[in-house]
């Protein structure tokens, strides 16, 4: 397959094996943003991936239970193959497993085209758009996450690790007993996640890592990694580290924040302009115009997920309303009060179920649309938000999110038709498994007393 050059896997083996690395994990994002892979012995690492390696294509869209679902060219196509060959460039030793280094793939069809559905290439795709006004997206996630322990008497059978109310913002084993978070924090830095800071969050049992800005595919690259790393650290320890929006009646939601610039050739910041009262310049007015006016469509992406519109509301440091503001924390979308090189936007509005690859496309793909189409922003939200009477409500369900991306051809076009179809009946199928089944609060209502 003439797209992919095969002339440096013979060093890459080479330089694995003196490492003293044996198996390299070939893995790569689902719909879902679930890292599907295959293990390959080093010494057989060159032949066996310099022709790509087979996975079925509709391994996209398997559910965490275990079911199918159908899209084009998937199940009724008779679960036809895609082909993930080695972005070499990523190769990683993995801190905690002895021989051990993970390697991201780019998918292709058996005929060499990139596969669309992809994840990474739908990201890959909008960052070459911006390259190609000159502009470089540069993004910084930030994730939120609850660590839980076994407990038969719990009602899923999880507790909340270090359970103990008011430890946002602490460290320590005030909020954390057996001192997890600081042995996680050491293992993740050593591979290459570019972490730097840890602490507890908000909620009892709730913790977050922070990790540096870069490119943008980069950082989506660091993003699912650190996801798959984090659960693979708690399972170490008998844990379950859960990134799930809303796990809990009594808890607030976990979040995924993403801070956002732009920079030229050079580097230098193009979202900042010392002239102007608030310190943005037009660029990043109409980069904000376009994510308000695109966000119905990009929350189905950034709150994949049923429960997702469970971490909505007032009231819950979650957006709750289609709205920005000046280092306003109420507010969808957040300039932070940093300017010169440090200007940035901080998207507030995923959470931390969503897909990293699809979570960065949206927020390029609304900005991008800001800046071609010239969007100016309404006001600035001035004091604390919640308010429905001064901005649009964001979408409140997953069914209604869909509808907005479907009905959203501009978003539409940018991520790609074969994504987005494929995205959509995905989802959709979600919303129909949901709903016929019958839940935990349907019987607590109604067994007794009808």
């Avoid at 890459?12 to 994990?25: E, F, K, M, N, P």
């Avoid at 922070?210 to 650290?233: I, P, Q, T």
Wanted: proline share 6%; with cysteine.
């Amino acid at each position: 397959m003439s797209h992919f050059d095969t002339s440096g896997l013979p060093s890459a083996q080479d330089a694995l094996a003196s490492d003293g690395i044996d198996v390299v994990r070939l893995g790569y994002a689902d719909l879902l943003g679930v890292d599907r892979g295959r293990d390959v012995l080093v010494n057989r690492f060159a032949r066996s991936v310099g022709g790509g390696v087979a996975f079925c294509r509709s391994v996209y869209t398997t559910t965490p239970l275990g079911g199918v679902v159908d899209f084009e060219g998937g199940l009724s196509a008779g679960l036809p193959d895609i082909v993930a060959f080695p972005d070499v460039s990523t190769l990683q030793a993995v801190p905690w497993e002895p021989g051990v280094a993970h390697c991201i793939a780019d998918l292709f069809n058996p005929d060499g085209t990139p596969s669309q559905e992809s994840p990474r290439h739908v990201l890959r795709q909008l960052v070459e758009q911006f390259k190609q006004l000159g502009l470089s997206p540069i993004v910084g996630p930030e994730l939120e996450f609850y660590v839980m322990e076994q407990d038969a008497a719990a009602p899923n059978g999880w507790r909340r690790y270090g359970e103990s109310t008011g430890n946002v913002y602490t460290t320590g084993r005030k909020g954390d007993p057996e001192n997890t978070l600081i042995e996680s924090l050491r293992l993740l830095g050593d591979y290459g996640l570019e972490v730097f800071a840890a602490n507890h969050e908000f909620s009892s049992g709730q913790y977050e890592i922070n990790m540096w800005h870069s490119e943008a595919l980069d950082a989506a690259d660091r993003a699912h990694r650190f996801k798959d790393a984090v659960k693979e650290l708690a399972r170490r320890s008998g844990r379950m580290a859960t990134f799930m929006p809303k796990p809990f009646n009594d808890e607030g939601g976990s979040g995924f924040h993403l801070h956002f610039s732009l920079v030229d050739d050079a580097g230098g910041s193009l979202f900042a302009d010392p002239g102007v009262e608030d310190g943005l310049s037009e660029l990043a007015r109409h980069a904000i115009g376009g994510i308000l006016a695109h966000a119905p469509a990009i929350a189905a992406i950034a709150n994949p997920t049923i429960n997702s519109y469970k971490r909505f509301g007032p009231d819950t440091l979650a957006p709750w309303l289609i709205d920005w503001g000046l280092d306003n924390r109420s507010a969808m979308l957040r300039v932070p009060p940093e300017r010169g090189g440090s200007t940035r936007l901080e998207l507030r509005l995923g959470d931390a179920s969503a897909n990293a690859y699809l979570a960065i496309a949206g927020l390029l793909a609304g900005a991008l649309l800001g800046i071609r189409n010239k969007i100016e922003p309404p006001a600035a939200l001035v004091g604390y938000g919640y308010d429905p009477e001064r901005s649009e409500m964001l979408p409140q369900s997953l069914d209604a999110a869909l509808d907005a991306l479907e009905a959203d051809k501009e978003i539409g076009d940018l991520l790609g038709t074969p994504f987005t179809t494929a995205f959509l009946a995905y989802k959709r199928d979600e919303i129909a498994r949901f709903r016929s089944a019958v839940t935990d609060w349907e019987f607590r209502e109604y067994a007794t007393h009808l």
